[in-house]
């Protein structure tokens, strides 16, 4: 079989399976875990054998025209290059792995069938984005991610929560597709074609008229789907999905398509260097300010979810300075720990039944109940936080040291301009990042109190991903020689500058939150609530209430009594109560567009009910009123009819008699 059929299968099986599960879900529902896992293992599995065949080697293309449209052609194409091989392999392995832990986490939902169909068009959806060469077939898997996400984040859609939840992701991603389909005819209008090669090469020759403002236009689709600043207020919202659903999107679909869009199509951005500024200038606010709210959070998956924007803002910054090298390595190691932390943080929220952090830190053992997941999370922490010898620090400095060489100005199309941004953002930024993922593992796994909740051992479906996703946490990073070759041939290995940046600025950040934590402890251990202990308990009390909690847990504990040790307080001061509520952004929106809509919408309401209608009812008024009047003459009776006829006649003749008396006189 060769390799283009392979490729062509390897979107296909996952969207048959999803039709074949919607279709069987209620008539037969002993296939509907077959179908959910069985398809996509297989198009992982064909993923591997592609990249293999590809070996990051020469691109592999083909197309066959779908229809002709007089003007720019659309093709269905591939163009499968050495990084869209890998990312391929990334959401294979990860859609498996979540398939097969939902069958566990939800075996018990009623609607199971339907979620997971859906995965599974997910998972379709995001290879035809990473297989395709045509960017309207693109645009295609891009828009039915988000179709996708709005039922998967939905999911609960009983309460109010998951529903606002689902149309805010919704509305906000297409706030920025809208900009994003203008930019693609503008591209295809200057390139002449849709292809991506095509593209490329009219990029190459000069062909783009207008490079900053279709840049600038794309830019924003990318910002609305892969959370960037000022469009990322959706995806801590998101989390009222189930736990997988998460794992899955902030791993290797939705929020990963808009990265690996920019790193598909780098030559167009790096055409502008304005273009490459703003993009350097998004990625450091969206990295600084989602560090300083992930300190502040007390959901454990709303934590995950700020830092997946952070670790995005590091991918975007790589980009700004011309590197997707080193922005689609660190996708692909990001991609793998973080499905680890999401679908760890199931299995503890599926255990202590709970997904407050500040429940979890009043809770004595939990660490030993759940021993995977305490090991694997830990794995994953510390790939996130940048330590050595684990995937997060090979990717992370990779994105370094490319920011470090465009501030040298060794870049050939990187502004310096963008090098600082990127490099001074991305230290500070691993510093947070080091001091979240150590509050987050110190409050889950060292709490002190009541003894945590024993409901035996986890499901071997849930606990047995955890281990087969902590094999490339740990390993992918000493790939980071060989894996050079499968994209630009930039170097991705570390050097000693960055290496001591970092990793100094992470080892800082763990210490003092460890410090912090213990002062902490301390305090809770000799007094009651304190400033931050009431607050952390009601918050600990509406995490506890949250739809998913409710539905996958043994059982709904309340929230063990007293002070809960949280180190974000000391760290971020003042800034706490702003950071835990995002900095007010929702607020801002809410008064910028929200309103001013709403206003609108009523001020038309008013015109079209008080003002057209009354036009329109008046319209038919005096035609109403006329027939009334006629209709009371028309009684039916003969004798009214002739005795009207006759006085008629008697006015006429005597109107008659007087007006030619007037005229004879005259």
């Not at 062909?207 to 207020?233: E, N, R, Y």
Request: proline share 5%; net charge neutral; aromatic share 8%.
């Amino acid at each position: 079989m060769s390799t283009t059929t392979l490729a062509v299968l390897v979107p296909l099986l996952p969207f048959l399976g999803a039709v074949a599960g919607l279709l069987l879900g209620r008539r037969a529902p002993g296939f509907v875990r077959p179908l959910a896992v069985l398809p996509v293992l297989a198009a992982a599995v064909l993923a591997v054998l592609v990249a293999v065949r590809q070996g990051g080697g020469k691109p592999i293309t083909a197309s066959t025209e779908l229809t002709p449209t007089g003007s720019v052609p659309i093709d269905l194409s591939l163009y499968l290059n050495g990084f869209a091989v890998l990312v391929a392999v990334l959401v294979g392995l990860v859609a498996t792995c979540v398939q097969l832990y939902s069958t566990a986490y939800l075996r018990e939902d009623p609607r199971y069938p339907s979620y997971a169909a859906l995965v599974s068009l997910f998972t379709s959806a995001m290879l035809l984005v990473v297989y395709t060469g045509d960017l309207m077939v693109l645009l295609v898997g891009w828009e039915v991610m988000g179709i996708c996400s709005y039922f998967l984040v939905g999911h609960y859609w009983e309460t109010e929560a998951a529903r606002s939840a689902s149309l805010k992701a919704f509305l906000v991603t297409k706030l920025g597709d809208v900009p994003f389909l203008i930019g693609l005819f503008a591209l295809a209008t200057d390139a002449d074609s849709f292809e991506i090669p095509k593209v490329l090469g009219a990029v190459a020759a000069g062909g783009l008229d207008h490079p900053t403002l279709i840049a600038l236009l794309l830019l924003a689709g990318v910002a609305g789907k892969s959370a960037q600043f000022p469009l990322h207020t959706w995806l801590p919202d998101a989390m009222a999905g189930p736990t997988p659903v998460s794992a899955l999107i902030h791993a290797a679909t939705m929020v990963a398509a808009g990265v690996y869009f920019v790193a598909r199509l780098l030559p167009v951005f790096a055409a502008s260097a304005a273009a490459l500024v703003v993009m350097a200038v998004m990625a450091a606010v969206t990295m600084l300010g989602s560090g300083l709210a992930a300190l502040a959070q007390d959901d454990i998956k709303r934590v995950l979810a700020y830092s997946t924007i952070g670790q995005l803002g590091y991918m975007i910054g790589a980009l700004a300075v011309a590197d997707r090298g080193a922005a689609v390595f660190h996708l692909l190691s990001h991609g793998v720990f973080k499905a680890l932390l999401f679908l760890g943080a199931g299995v503890i929220i599926h255990a202590a039944g709970t997904n407050s952090l500040a429940a979890m830190s009043r809770m004595d053992g939990l660490a030993k109940r759940i021993p995977d997941a305490f090991w694997t999370m830990t794995i994953a922490l510390l790939a996130l936080a940048a330590i050595p010898p684990f995937a997060g620090f090979f990717s992370k400095e990779a994105v370094l040291v490319a920011a470090e060489h465009a501030a040298g100005g060794h870049s050939e199309s990187a502004p310096s301009a963008a090098g600082w941004v990127v490099l001074v953002a991305g230290v500070l930024t691993a510093l947070l990042t080091a001091a979240y993922a150590t509050r987050l593992w110190l409050m889950a796994f060292r709490g002190r109190g009541a003894a945590a909740p024993d409901h035996g051992k986890e499901p071997v479906a849930m606990t047995g991903v955890l281990w087969v996703l902590a094999i490339p946490t740990i390993g992918l990073g000493l790939c980071a020689g060989p894996i050079a070759d499968w994209f630009d041939g930039n170097e991705l290995s570390p050097t000693l500058t960055t290496s001591v940046l970092g990793t100094g600025a992470a080892a800082v950040g763990a210490v003092l939150t460890y410090a912090l934590w213990q002062r902490a402890t301390a305090k809770a251990a000799t007094v009651g609530y304190g400033a931050g202990g009431s607050a952390s308990a009601a918050a600990a009390e509406s995490a506890a209430e949250t739809p998913e909690v409710a539905e996958v847990t043994h059982d709904h504990p309340a929230v063990p009594a007293g002070a809960a040790p949280d180190p974000g307080w000391a760290l971020l001061g003042p800034l706490h109560r702003h950071a835990a509520d995002g900095f007010h952004l929702d607020a801002v929106y809410d008064r910028l567009f929200v309103r001013p809509v709403r206003a609108a919408a009523s001020l038309v309401r008013f015109l079209d009910r008080e003002v057209v209608d009354t036009y329109v009812s008046g319209a038919g008024a005096g035609p109403r009123l006329l027939g009334s009047l006629v209709r009371r003459a028309q009684t039916g009776n003969v004798q009214s009819y002739l005795s009207a006829l006759l006085a008629g006649a008697v006015v006429l003749a005597i109107a008659t008699a007087v007006l030619a008396n007037v005229n004879a006189g005259s």
